[in-house]
Nanobody
Framework: QVQLVESGGGLVQPGGSLRLSCAASRSIFSINRMGWYRQAPGKQRELVALITTGGTTNYADSVKGRFTISRNIAKNTVYLEMNSLKPEDTAVYYC???????????????WGQGTQVTVSS
């Protein structure tokens, strides 16, 4: 079963920066699109950023110009560089990937367990 493990969350002051990482492992034949979502208390999970195998990116309007998504295809890893953080960025951030399993050769979505990002003074 594919496993996504996030790291890099934490507490940061407004205006600060954090870098999230997500590594995919186990039973991977290939990974297509990877991305980051977030869910704040009392709100629905929302898209933050996506990146395709070819490097095409897509961002939520609220993070454009502040966040940058990138990936290392060889390491099955995706990153989210977050700058100029605001209190409204506070949420649990989830890694997401469209993965073809090496055991079944079928495409499915996988999710990480989430990492907390808190922006507060």
């Amino acid at each position: 079963q594919v496993q996504l493990v996030e790291s890099g969350g934490g507490l940061v002051q407004p205006g600060g920066s954090l870098r999230l990482s997500c590594a995919a492992s186990r039973s991977i034949f290939s990974i297509n699109r990877m991305g980051w979502y977030r869910q704040a208390p009392g709100k629905q999970r929302e898209l933050v950023a996506l990146i395709t195998t070819g490097g095409t990116t897509n961002y939520a309007d609220s993070v454009k110009g502040r966040f940058t998504i990138s990936r290392n295809i060889a390491k099955n890893t995706v990153y989210l560089e977050m700058n100029s953080l605001k209190p409204e960025d506070t949420a649990v951030y989830y890694c997401n990937a469209d993965v073809v399993s090496s055991s079944t050769l079928t495409l499915s979505q996988s999710w990480g367990q989430g990492t907390q990002v808190t922006v507060s003074s």
